[in-house]
């Protein structure tokens, strides 16, 4: 019986010694403790051994040398009155904001593009229509989706840097005109990607909206579709490339979800690789108004626009990239 105790009480202190933390304070002090709180200013400790409602005292962050955590972990402090390095398993995403932590995202959006073809198209329109006052519109909505790479400048939160990838794919009918017997028309869509680079800056406390500044190289893959001239059909595809600038807002929703904000202006001009008639009239050359010059006609995606978006996030660690003491 005594010997069942004996095992039991080991086993007890075990598990009481399994629970302890260990704060190593940098004048020499050992101090065995559970924390209940950490941050960036201080931790937060009651004494091991005592009970539930005993006081709470705490340590200045700059004053410990490491902490011995009752799981195994060890933060070691003395760089810079920060845990400079900790072995253990710690997520990544725990390093939200700082950085130490890299942040990528997935997500979609919503873009609405007022497509302005420019002065070249809505002249070659009107010349070949007969029609002074002939307009071009267009389908102005499409559905980009992206992937980033940020991450915050220091450990406030209060600036922010990373790049994007954004590909969208316009409707076949982004850029649409018609006369009124339908033997002209127009029917063109776009694929194109963007490579942007951005800046933002926190504009609350909870460093949970910023404002947002990016400039973005923009380049067509594809620009396909139709013009159709005294009822022969054309078929058209381009490359070509532009740039955009916008403003906006992320509202960061929670660590791993942020809704997107962004209107500007995009600058792109799209040159024919191919042309070629459905008809027998083979290959032809479209000018922009034949009887004034041989200026060959090239397509322009200008106008401005708006996209919301939603993205669901990850993150990777990183050392951190401040300078050591």
Do not use: C
Not at 20 to 49: H, L, R, S
Not at 102 to 116: C, H, M, R
Not at 120 to 134: C, I, K, Q, V
Request: net charge negative; aromatic share 12%.
């Amino acid at each position: 019986m005594k010997i069942k105790l004996l095992l039991l009480s080991l086993v007890v202190f075990t598990g009481i010694l399994s629970a302890q933390d260990t704060i190593f304070v940098k004048n020499g002090q050992v101090i065995p403790a559970i924390i209940v709180e950490k941050n960036n200013t201080e931790i937060k400790y009651k004494k091991f051994g005592q009970p539930a409602s005993a006081a709470i005292y705490s340590v200045f962050v700059s004053d410990i040398k490491s902490i011995h955590f009752s799981d195994g972990i060890i933060a070691d402090y003395t760089q810079a009155g920060q845990p400079a390095t900790e072995t253990g398993k710690e997520k990544p995403i725990e390093k939200a904001g700082t950085m130490n932590a890299i942040k990528w995202s997935f997500g979609a959006s919503a873009e609405y593009f007022a497509v302005n073809p420019g002065d070249d198209l809505l002249e070659f329109w009107r010349y070949h229509t007969g029609d002074p006052n002939a307009e071009i519109g267009g389908n102005p909505l499409s559905f980009p989706f992206f992937f980033k790479m940020n991450m915050a400048l220091g450990n406030m939160k209060r600036n922010w840097i990373g790049d994007e990838l954004l590909v969208n794919i316009m409707p076949g009918d982004a850029i649409y005109a018609t006369d009124d017997n339908g033997s002209n028309e127009i029917s063109l869509g776009n694929i194109y990607s963007t490579i942007i680079i951005y800046y933002g800056r926190s504009l609350n406390h909870k460093n949970t909206l910023l404002a947002i500044i990016e400039p973005g190289l923009d380049i067509s893959f594809s620009m396909t579709g139709t013009i159709t001239i005294n009822s022969t059909e054309y078929e058209e595809t381009g490359t070509g490339m532009g740039y955009h600038i916008a403003t906006g807002f992320d509202w960061l929703i929670s660590k791993r979800f942020t809704a997107s904000l962004r209107g500007g202006y995009r600058f792109m001009t799209i040159k024919e690789q191919h042309r070629s008639s459905t008809s027998s009239d083979g290959f032809a050359n479209f000018y922009v108004n034949h009887s004034v010059s041989d200026e060959l006609l090239s397509i322009k995606w200008n106008g401005p626009y708006v996209n919301f978006g939603l993205q669901w996030s990850f993150y990777t660690k990183m050392k951190s990239l401040a300078p050591p003491e």
